[in-house]
């Protein structure tokens, strides 16, 4: 496995990086434009009720502008639970940013299925080509093992670190072989939790942010995951990960003993 390689996001048929750029962490544009070259073309961005980002937006353009637009994977985010909300305000987003359509709507951040209004709404936006494919974001292990060999979604936002291992047994066994849907893990740091030397085993040094990174991208489940950075020096700090490739199984071991302990 090598981390430098792209990745398939699942039956999308999109190539991806595996490091995945969110905008809620207020990356200026010069990282996430640099995050881009380095093959980390998957980029997220939220809309209604979370804004918009005004650093990923310039980003967008300048991809879009510069005739990359078809090496970027672009998945927006919408929170509004009113199907002619969502459309709008999506409608918004894409003008400021000079596109035509997103690869990806993620419908977030459900703890139970969304309504069939919400999700016919979704796919009548796919009918006017605003739209390529449908996500889902939840922390709901258990619904997204349940919802994965439905069909409706494909491509799955879902919580998975060293603290939080559940996916391994909830989500993961239950994924199609054939036509299976992408996988997008979040959280990889549990918000910064498994970095707190003050929250680590008696005598363990805390592991880095490449370190999370690694580890959830050492599991062949997954297929992206996702980093945040607010820094040029933090974005690049975590490419590093792409150069290391997986961990060893005792790196693995370390980071699931440090795990256990955080969330216990």
């Known amino acids: 496995m090598n981390f430098h390689e792209p990745v398939v996001l699942g039956r999308t048929g999109l190539s991806v990086g595996r490091l995945g750029i969110a905008s809620e962490y207020k990356a200026p544009a010069a990282a996430i ?3 881009f070259e380095r093959g980390c073309n998957y980029f997220t961005w939220g ?8 650093e990923m937006r310039l980003a967008l353009r300048a991809i879009a502008g510069q005739g990359r637009r078809d090496r970027l994977v672009l998945g927006m985010f919408t929170y509004a639970h009113n199907r002619f909300f969502t459309e709008r305000l999506f409608r918004k987003g894409l003008k400021s940013a000079g596109l035509d359509y997103t690869d990806v ?4 951040y459900y703890p139970r ?11 009548r936006m796919k009918e006017k080509g605003l739209v390529r494919f449908l996500g889902l ?8 093992g349940k919802l994965a060999g439905e069909g409706d979604f494909d491509v799955y936002h879902l919580r998975y670190n060293a603290a939080h291992r559940g996916a391994e047994t909830e989500i993961f066994p239950f994924l199609p072989g054939e036509k299976k849907p992408g996988t997008v893990a979040f959280t990889a ?5 498994l970095l707190d030397p003050k929250k680590m085993p008696p005598g363990e040094t805390p592991p880095t942010a490449a370190d999370s990174y690694r580890f959830v991208l050492s599991n062949p489940s997954v297929d992206v995951c ?3 950075a607010a820094t040029i020096e933090q974005m690049r700090e975590n490419f590093s990960v792409l150069d290391r490739g997986p961990m060893s199984e005792e790196e693995l071991a370390r980071m699931r003993r440090i795990g256990d302990h955080v969330h216990g």
């Open 105 to 108: 709507l993620i419908l977030g």
């Open 226 to 228: 996702m980093t945040g």
């Open 47 to 54: 809309i209604a009720g979370r804004g918009f980002s005004r």
């Open 137 to 144: 974001s939840s922390h709901n292990r258990k619904l997204i």
């Open 33 to 35: 434009e640099e995050a």
């Open 113 to 123: 299925r969304p309504s069939q209004r919400l999700i016919d709404g979704a796919r």
């Open 189 to 193: 740091t549990r918000w910064g939790k």
